[in-house]
């Protein structure tokens, strides 16, 4: 859904560096998390970082999903 996104929604000359920014804050996120989960071994054991981490990410993802559910909400308020 994001890259049919970035294919419609931006100009074609600018697909490429949209593309490169997003492989950018995806190698960001991975290493910023690797540095993180390797102190954090060091404090807990691995299955329960693990689970401390899953849930993170699942919050991370649910709050995204309402903070676009508000959004298309108030814009489609305002279309009308």
């Known amino acids: ?4 996104m970035i294919q419609t929604d931006f100009p074609e000359t600018h697909i490429g560096k949209i593309y490169s920014f997003r492989a ?7 290493a910023m998390g690797t540095f ?3 102190f954090t071994y060091k404090l807990a054991s691995i299955p329960s970082i693990m689970i401390i981490f899953s849930l993170m990410i699942i919050a991370v993802g649910a709050i995204g999903i309402f903070r676009v559910r508000i959004i298309s909400s108030l814009h489609l308020k305002n279309a009308s």
């Open 1 to 4: 859904m994001l890259l049919t």
């Open 36 to 38: 993180i989960a390797s």
């Open 24 to 30: 950018l804050i995806g190698g960001l996120g991975l």
